[in-house]
């Protein structure tokens, strides 16, 4: 299974010509987890807050085209990530305390992922 951040995900179609039936659809988005210190690695920093999106409308218009759908709905769901990618990510938090809140790794992906992490074997 790749790593990712889970969104569950409700978007409409809009045809511009004819109609379609149902019209709003539910599906799961995975967003890459990115590799500290790759640009996009703090993604979790910027988007969520005790396992929660910190702003779904400003969050919307991403998944947006990153669907090519209008997205109506998005709702943080879980990051799912390997125990070696887990350890790159605490040993980069530990490294960057400084942009954080909390004193600990542990803390602070408590503060931004809440219990939603599900950590998972590397196939």
């Given at each position: 299974?790749?790593?990712g951040?889970?969104?569950?995900?409700e978007f409409?179609?809009?045809?511009?010509?004819?109609?379609?039936?149902?019209h709003?659809?539910?599906?799961?988005?995975?967003?890459?987890?990115?590799?500290?210190?790759?640009?996009?690695?703090l993604?979790f920093?910027?988007?969520?807050?005790?396992?929660?999106l910190?702003?779904?409308?400003?969050f919307?218009?991403?998944?947006?085209?990153?669907?090519g759908?209008?997205?109506?709905?998005?709702?943080?769901?879980?990051?799912?990530?390997?125990?070696?990618?887990?350890?790159?990510?605490?040993?980069?938090?530990?490294n960057?305390?400084?942009?954080f809140g909390?004193?600990?790794?542990?803390?602070?992906r408590?503060?931004?992922?809440?219990?939603?992490?599900r950590?998972?074997?590397?196939?």
């Amino acid at each position: 299974m790749d790593s990712g951040y889970i969104f569950r995900v409700e978007f409409r179609l809009s045809p511009a010509i004819g109609s379609v039936e149902p019209h709003r659809f539910k599906t799961v988005y995975r967003h890459p987890l990115v590799a500290p210190p790759k640009d996009g690695w703090l993604f979790f920093r910027d988007w969520l807050w005790h396992g929660e999106l910190t702003d779904r409308a400003q969050f919307r218009p991403i998944v947006s085209d990153a669907l090519g759908v209008t997205v109506t709905n998005v709702q943080f769901s879980e990051v799912v990530i390997s125990q070696p990618e887990l350890e790159c990510l605490d040993v980069a938090i530990e490294n960057n305390l400084n942009q954080f809140g909390p004193d600990t790794s542990t803390a602070v992906r408590h503060a931004h992922l809440g219990s939603s992490i599900r950590v998972v074997d590397k196939a």
